[in-house]
């Protein structure tokens, strides 16, 4: 989890929106910063293009049935589609993706649950 120079590329600690139990959302949801997700999306979540510090969690209760694609992920809940993570992905025990994941790191806790391929950004990108 070092970038250019040893420097420490870690998520951000602020969350800028949130999305709460007990809300449904249909449709993208672009952002930047950082999002918590508590609810549920139908749709992609979308970190804006270049926001190298865009940090999405996902609570336990929280699902999305859609694309996502940030920087950084940090996850308890449920994704359906497919995960681009450009900096660093933690699934947490309740974690469950169905879906291929790409990632550039990844610490899985005990009980998370990947259903698809996981490909590393970092292999890919010097072919």
Do not use: W
Not at 62 to 73: C, F
């Amino acid at each position: 989890m070092f970038g250019k120079n040893g420097e420490s590329k870690k998520p951000q600690g602020k969350i800028d929106s949130l999305i709460s139990a007990g809300t449904r959302i249909e449709g993208a949801i672009h952002f930047s910063g950082g999002l918590r997700i508590d609810g549920e999306v139908k749709g992609s979540v979308l970190a804006v293009e270049g926001a190298s510090a865009s940090t999405l969690v996902l609570s336990e209760h929280a699902r999305i049935e859609g694309g996502v694609s940030v920087a950084h992920l940090i996850t308890n809940g449920v994704v359906v589609g497919p995960v681009v993570v450009t900096e660093s992905l933690e699934m947490q025990s309740r974690a469950r993706i169905v879906g291929d994941v790409e990632y550039v790191s990844i610490e899985m806790h005990q009980g998370a649950v990947i259903e698809g391929r996981l490909v590393n950004r970092v292999a890919t990108e010097g072919n």
